[in-house]
């Protein structure tokens, strides 16, 4: 006998949880539709030769390589053929390069697919895991226009998950790289370093971050360590507080002041699209860690739980593919890591299984002799678009009560001999405790009523 | 600059085949709710221990393995800790015993997921392709009754796929066992013989089958082999007709009883749900390969296309985790070969990429400094469940019209000067080619209208 189990590190959900998280998904998915984008998947595994083109580093340690049996009993002396896709960014460099003459541009693409990496084993920490992500793909340039359409996708996914409060925040790495070059730190890494300890401020406190930005590592000025955490402070409250804000940068290099207009315009487009003012602001010690973004960066908080960090991050980038074409591909794009974000909700309380199950009716069985009229009685509900379970064969009606409960089904549908007689069935609503009566023919579309005014209502 | 491409034998589809393709796996997933089924979900891979407990095989000659950079560089002696699940019926196994005491039995559960098997590359042979499964368990026992559900929930998805008349077969494996037993053939692999060379009968004729069986190796006589090829060519038409086949086999031993017993409670179910009786029907010869099953057995036929094979295959076990589990877990399931089905259909000229995206509309643009007033009309399209794609610079229309007619978006929205001061919107409908003009505030839900009339109109 075998111990079952699963691999440490994945998220494996009972059905209840399960029903949940599909929800979630096809919420992403549904506005992602919405607004245009067209859905794309990748094989799991892409050739080891064309996903790591990138070499070395922490991201291909925690590559996972297939093999089948055969490549495995052989052996190599270098790497094996195939990895598993540890992003979707670089299968999408890899597919829009493969079918770029095939493809409309500009190409906006979702794609909802899991990921994989080697990560070391610890709570919260996932080896596989959903990943949802849109892009919009430019063939040799692409509108910055784009980028607050994606902010509005953002703010449309999450207002219908319907989490909690949430802010997207907005900063440009064009500004920052302005910003640092005017100050005279103009390395991207001695950049990137300085941002880090910044980003300390929170648990370091402000003293002990100037002091190392002042000390020997860094060697910057009080004066310039001041302006940096001036600069990083910056946060806006409100849609006219976002342009003032801007507006009391200044004036500075041609990157500093293209960094601040593309700001702007972006801000003007998000209002334009009905994005409340309440819901986005500027946020400008963002940085994402990747030298990869150029332009916009995004980051999504969910507002009084700061401790679970970014729930929807991304950005505008220069080129997609130089690995694989010479064409200039520009791109803007965010991800939403599913799999991090449910477990997390879910510690936070914030979320639990679903209350109601994917299955909306179930017809009790009371007489196995009334089996055939159950199996009408389903056909029918079916048939209106009711998602329905028949008990197979009779038991005890309190146990299938019980069942129906706890499985979150909402309504039970009887019909015993006195039913029958009389050509009804009796509703039983276990959401509002209530009862009814009504003929098998009126059954579906009563029942759908019924949910549709308790979506309504959840503002579904 | 590495070549960009795909690993041989995986189906990687451009957005107009991966809509059409998603269409299908999202009417499969919602007729699978339709009856109840519940969503599960489980990593791409388990503990090699685990998932491969029958030892060698073909099965696990065709195992891909997985392993991080560390764990390669490590190496191993025995085999490596993770492998790609092959199908879904070892981690279904896996998961209920896993969570036996968490679940409602009867368990239904459906899942929809991609699968893994290193086989030669082939033309339509594929190493990843989907499989969308349900499977009823039940704990100790399981009524006959499910046998009946399972054939209702195939006839409902591939009469909604919309790709052809179709026949669901029906054989049962008590039924041919008590049969071969009867004609003193008692050993189950010396039946799969006989029946693997009677699988042949299309291919090499009657006669030759018939020499072969009488042959050496099988020396069964010219009697017996008769009565094989009567009993393995029957074939039903209509309900009466099945029940009335059933009926002229007459009585044999215990097993062969029963199996008869059960065919005929399975018929009056099937027929008690609905189902028409042109798409069902007894065939004999249906053993399917595996040893697994040990009842009722399924396969589904295109009709007119029986080269596809069959397109939807399954049937009743007897213990799905005797690996894992003390626990009795009888269950009864089919398996849709999704991945492979879609390559044959389109080999066959039965699907094309899909007709109508999933944009439906289009906001064209035509003046630059018209954009805040299209986001609005998008903005309102999109909170009336329209999918939009809003042209975010100005074209020339031509251009607009084309790229919307090529992508398959059905209503291109136009707001010229005209228009914005009349305070209404032009809607070219590129499927119908009509056009119509309507206000801003009513233009999401006359689209809805359209879009609900063609659906009622194809009958989907």
Redesign the interface.
């Known amino acids: ?7 440490p590190g ?1 998220m ?4 209840r949880d ?2 949940a998280f ?1 929800r979630m998904l096809d919420t992403i998915r549904r506005n992602y ?4 984008f ?10 080891s ?2 996903l790591l ?1 990138k070499s070395g580093g922490e991201t ?13 009993e052989k052996g190599n002396d270098g790497l ?3 990895a ?1 896709r540890f992003d979707l960014t670089v299968p999408l ?3 829009v ?3 770029e003459h ?3 541009f ?1 190409f ?2 979702y794609q909802i697919q ?1 990921v ?1 990496r ?1 990560e070391r084993a610890q709570r919260g920490r996932f080896r ?1 895991f959903y990943q949802c992500d849109i892009d919009v793909v430019g063939k040799d340039a692409l ?1 910055i ?2 980028d607050a ?1 994606i902010l509005a996708v953002i703010h ?1 996914v999450f207002s219908e998950l319907g989490i909690g409060d949430f802010t997207i925040q907005l900063n440009n790495r064009k500004l920052m790289r302005g910003f640092f070059e005017g100050l005279g730190i103009a390395d991207g890494s001695r950049q990137m370093d300085v941002l880090r300890e910044v980003d300390k401020l929170d648990k370091r406190g402000a003293d002990l971050v100037r002091d190392t930005l002042t000390g020997e590592g860094f060697g910057l000025s009080a004066e310039t360590v001041g302006r940096i955490l001036d600069f990083v402070a910056v946060r806006s409250i409100g849609h006219q507080d976002a342009l003032a804000q801007l507006q009391r940068l200044g004036q500075g290099s041609d990157t500093f002041n293209q960094g601040i207009a593309e700001l702007r315009e972006v801000l003007e ?1 998000v209002h ?3 994005v409340p003012e309440s819901d986005y602001c500027l946020n400008l010690s963002i940085a994402r860690g990747l030298d990869y973004y150029t332009g916009t960066v995004y980051e999504t908080q969910l507002d009084g739980y700061q401790q679970i960090g970014s729930i929807c991050s991304g950005g505008r980038y220069d080129d997609l ?1 130089s ?4 064409s200039k591909l520009p791109g803007v794009g965010i991800s939403i890591g599913l799999t991090r974000l449910f477990w997390q909700l879910r510690e936070a309380g914030l979320i639990a299984g679903a209350d109601e ?3 909306q009716a ?1 017809v009790a069985l009371m007489e196995d002799n009334q ?2 009229e159950s ?2 009685i ?2 029918k509900l ?1 048939a209106g ?6 008990q ?2 009779p038991k005890k009606l309190g146990k299938q009560f019980q ?1 129906a409960s ?2 979150g089904i909402r309504f039970v549908v009887l019909a015993g001999e006195d039913e029958l007689k009389r050509g009804v069935v009796t509703v039983k609503d276990l959401a509002r405790e209530q009862q009814f009566e009504t003929t098998r023919d009126q059954l579906a579309s009563t029942l759908r009523v019924e949910l549709e005014q308790t979506r309504a209502l959840a503002g579904r």
């Open positions: 006998m075998i111990k079952p189990r699963t691999p994945v494996e959900l009972l059905p399960q029903i599909q539709e919405r607004f245009g067209l859905p794309v998947e990748t094989p799991v595994f892409e050739l030769e064309v083109t291909e340690r925690q590559v996972y390589f297939a093999q089948s049996t055969g490549a495995l094996p053929e195939l598993l460099a890899r597919y390069a493969e079918h095939e493809l409309a500009p906006r693409r899991r994989y080697g596989e509108s226009r784009f359409e449309a487009l334009a699209l009905g593919a690995h694989y074409s010479k199950s994917s299955v179930m089996l055939t199996l009408d389903a056909r079916r678009g009711i998602n329905t379970e028949v197979m064969e069942y706890r499985a």
